[in-house]
């Protein structure tokens, strides 16, 4: 089976740097995704990780460790807009081509 | 690019009722998705369409759950004899046959009374 775990709720203020952890366990690993979820609103595609390492998009990373089954989004230069639900999400060859998301973490940012 | 797009945005529904929901995906994706998100929770993988081919399906979907895609382009999600437990944001999503990551149309949010 698959199991992913992410903080349920964080907290920064604007001008800050945060880091969103997520560990998973899966049976055939094929890529982790972060998306971005406000309120009421679908989830939007923010990085992609199948090799170890680090990916640098703008004010967004996120990073990647497979032998620790561990990743984490980091996000820079806070903004009030950036208070959101972030999802950590899998994709396991044993599930087929569908994305298995965590519960999400919600991330208020304050001025 | 005009996104996914979902039909209807809000549905409320009485206990017993069928309802239908279409998604219509970005044009040049032929991989479609639906998933199933209740509050505080990710969204949760229902079944998934590669061009008109239903591939793959969820244990989550039961028998009154049925899902179409008859010509390769729009799908339609059709709950029959609908419960409380069915109240819920239904998301479609579609890649392209060349990228991994999944792009979501904005829901449609079920309300069952």
């Known amino acids: 089976g698959q199991n992913i775990d992410q903080p349920t709720e964080m907290t920064a203020t604007e001008g800050a740097i945060v880091q969103i952890n997520c560990t998973y366990q899966?049976?055939?690993?094929?890529?982790l995704f972060w998306y971005q979820q406000h309120a009421g609103e679908a989830p939007t595609f923010l990085s992609y990780n199948v090799l170890d390492g680090l990916e640098e998009k703008g004010r967004f990373s996120s990073f990647l460790s497979r032998s620790k089954g561990y990743s984490y989004l980091l996000l820079k230069e806070l903004q009030m807009k950036d208070s959101a639900s972030y999802l950590c999400a899998v994709r396991d060859n044993q599930a087929g081509t569908a994305l298995i998301f965590g519960k999400g973490t919600t991330l208020s940012v304050s001025s | 690019d005009t996104g996914v797009s979902q039909n209807p945005r809000h549905k409320i529904t009485k206990r017993g009722q069928n309802v239908t929901f279409r998604c219509d995906p970005i044009?040049?994706?032929?991989?479609l998705y639906w998933y199933r998100q209740t509050l505080g929770q990710g969204p949760e993988f229902l079944t998934y369409f590669q061009n008109e081919a239903q591939l793959e399906k969820s244990r989550l979907l039961s028998d009154r759950f049925s899902a179409e895609r008859p010509k390769g382009s729009f799908s339609t999600l059709e709950i029959q004899r609908t419960e409380q437990g069915d109240s819920a944001m239904y998301l479609c999503?579609?890649?392209?046959?060349?990228?991994?990551?999944?792009?979501f149309g904005p829901g449609t949010r079920l309300t069952v009374t």
């Open positions: 999503a579609s890649s392209s046959p060349v990228a991994y990551e999944q792009y």
């Open positions: 899966t049976s055939g690993f094929n890529g």
């Open positions: 044009s040049e994706h032929n991989r």
